[in-house]
């Protein structure tokens, strides 16, 4: 398995808050991801990174922020927790060789509750 | 992005072959078909990946017809480990590294 790894696995958090959500990776792999999942929405793309402080917004982009300041760590930033931001996310991370596999390895996933 | 569609559920039993099809009208040229596994409390899992006609893995066979505008994924004789959420991804293979997820299939296998 990829080495992939999200802290905190679950998080309880009041409405305001803010919120940071790490992702860490031993594969030395040039592109990162943020997902979130929810209930009749499948998997939606947050955010991305493509190298160290080189980042673009995905699909869901409103009220997060990311940062990769290394390129084992991701990280994703709820400035102020709003309820609409309860899910699942999950950090996802590509080998050089996916852009002709679409082949991407996922986290555990951080379930996020928002008060 | 193209968009897929695929159905919501599936029922089968345990060592039935269960197809699941998707359907992608707007498919590019440069796009591949990908299809992912997930189960619950777990993060996605890729299965397969294929450009057009047949793929064959140790998981699962993947049947693109000539005009690509849908794809099956295969699963042989599936047992209820099989049971879990199922996703065709399309994806552009030009340096595109975003994939879109839509709502998958949600297979259930009966004993």
């Known amino acids: 398995d990829a080495g992939i790894t999200q802290s905190p696995r679950h998080k309880v958090t009041e409405t305001g808050t803010p919120v940071t959500l790490r992702c860490h990776q031993t594969e030395n792999h040039r592109y990162m991801y943020w997902y979130r999942q929810d209930p009749g929405h499948g998997l939606r793309l947050i955010h991305y990174?493509?190298?160290?402080?080189?980042?673009d917004k995905g699909e869901v982009s409103d009220g997060y922020s990311v940062s990769r300041s290394k390129t084992e760590d991701f990280l994703l930033t709820l400035e102020s927790a709003t309820s609409s931001q309860t899910s699942v996310y999950f950090c996802?991370?590509?080998?050089?060789?996916?852009?002709?596999?679409?082949?991407?390895?996922f986290g555990e996933g951080s379930r996020l509750t928002v008060l | 992005l193209a968009k897929t569609t695929q159905p919501i559920s599936m029922d089968s039993y345990e060592g039935q072959e269960v197809n699941i099809t998707c359907s992608h009208n707007n498919i590019a040229t440069n796009d591949y078909i990908t299809w992912y596994q997930q189960f619950p409390s777990q993060g996605p899992r890729f299965i397969i990946q294929g450009y057009k006609t047949k793929v064959t893995n140790e998981v699962a066979s993947l049947f693109i017809p000539a005009d690509r505008k849908s794809s099956t994924l295969s699963l042989p004789r599936v047992s209820l480990s099989d049971t879990a959420v199922y996703y065709c991804l399309v994806f552009s293979g030009a340096g595109s590294y975003q994939l879109t997820f839509g709502k998958g299939t949600k297979l259930s296998v009966i004993p």
């Open positions: 996802a991370i590509s080998p050089p060789n996916s852009g002709s596999t679409g082949e991407l390895f």
């Open positions: 990174s493509y190298g160290v402080k080189d980042t």
